[in-house]
């Protein structure tokens, strides 16, 4: 709107007053920033994947031998050509569905035993010296004698990879169950709610993002031990391909299913990080979770 002049006297028009979270001209909105957050984290990833892969280039030219260090296109092109002839999908779903098995049971498993233990003092004393004496000890160690009493097939992988998933989840959910607030439970049962609605309605929404943490680390615990398990007692899967191409001196092929482990690793950790952002909203806004 135009100035208007009354008796010589110049009157500016008023102002309209800005309205609250409206993006103000000039200024990026928040929708902006999370998209250039988002561009930025892109390119660092970009960047050190960049750097990595002129390090291993350089590396593979100075030791001038494919079979013992193959250079980053030699490994792509053996990555491709595993896509192409389908052998990558059967090993990737054979290793998959063992995971699948090996970590629902530690699930339901380790969080059982968990419950156990942090609701009843004479359960920990009892079982907690097993835990601590067996949790050190290595999945790995166990593959000689499994290889005894399983033989080589699917049970041996199986239980490797059930036997590095379980301690995390039981010891992560005995903390989670501990470390619920006493009063809320002692206010429960004053207003005569029942134990089974206490556990259902007090203490497993506390201990749910303790859980949630330690369903990721016996996940990945899980899944590294899995290539050490089809490495010797497995007929297929990730790390048969592994072994089996490491014997033919096909390096190149060995590396490309090395990529797809890690791969499948990040993405599975991924997985159960956005669940445990949807399930425990509460924990994120308080920052106790990563």
Same mark, same amino acid.
């Given at each position: =709107?135009?100035?208007?002049?009354? %008796? ?13 979270? &409206?993006?103000? #001209? ?31 280039? /350089? ?5 001038? @031998?494919?079979?013992? /260090? ?15 002839d389908g052998e990558i999908f059967? %090993? ?19 969080v059982s035993l968990g419950f &156990? =233990?942090? =609701? @009843?003092?004479?359960?920990?004393? *009892?079982?907690?010296? =097993? ?12 593959? #000689? /004698? ?14 490797? *990879? ?7 989840? $039981?010891? %992560? ?7 619920? @607030? ?26 749910? #993002? @303790? ?12 899944? *590294?031990?899995? $290539? ?25 092929? $060995? ?19 956005? /669940? ?15």
């Amino acid at each position: =709107m135009a100035a208007q002049q009354d %008796n010589g006297l110049t009157v500016q028009p008023a102002r309209t007053a800005a309205q609250p979270g &409206a993006a103000t #001209p000039g200024w990026p909105t928040s929708a902006d920033q999370r998209i250039w957050t988002a561009l930025g984290a892109v390119f660092i990833y970009l960047r050190s994947m960049a750097v990595f892969l002129v390090i291993w280039h /350089l590396g593979s030219r100075w030791v001038g @031998n494919a079979i013992l /260090l193959p250079s980053p296109i030699d490994s792509a092109e053996a990555l491709v050509e595993l896509f192409a002839d389908g052998e990558i999908f059967d %090993n990737v779903t054979a290793s998959l569905s063992r995971l699948g098995v090996s970590f629902g049971l530690a699930i339901v498993l380790g969080v059982s035993l968990g419950f &156990a =233990m942090g =609701m @009843n003092r004479t359960i920990y004393a *009892m079982v907690d010296p =097993m835990v601590e004496l067996l949790r050190p000890i290595s999945g790995i160690a166990w593959i #000689p /004698l499994g290889m005894f009493i399983l033989g080589v097939g699917e049970a041996l992988p199986t239980a490797i *990879m059930f036997y590095g998933a379980f301690f995390p989840i $039981v010891i %992560n959910t005995v903390v989670g169950v501990q470390a619920v @607030n006493p009063g809320l439970v002692q206010a429960a049962r004053v207003l005569g709610v029942s134990q089974r609605a206490i556990v259902r309605h007090v203490i497993w929404p506390a201990a749910l #993002p @303790n859980i949630l943490v330690g369903a990721r680390l016996g996940a990945g615990a899980g899944w *590294m031990a899995m $290539v050490a398990a089809e490495l010797i007692g497995a007929p297929s899967g990730l790390g048969f391909a592994i072994e089996w191409y490491r014997e033919l001196l096909m390096t190149p092929k $060995v590396l490309a299913f090395v990529f797809i482990i890690g791969l499948l690793g990040y993405l599975l950790d991924r997985l159960l990080r956005g /669940l445990q952002r949807r399930l425990t909203p509460w924990a994120q806004a308080g920052g106790g979770l990563t």
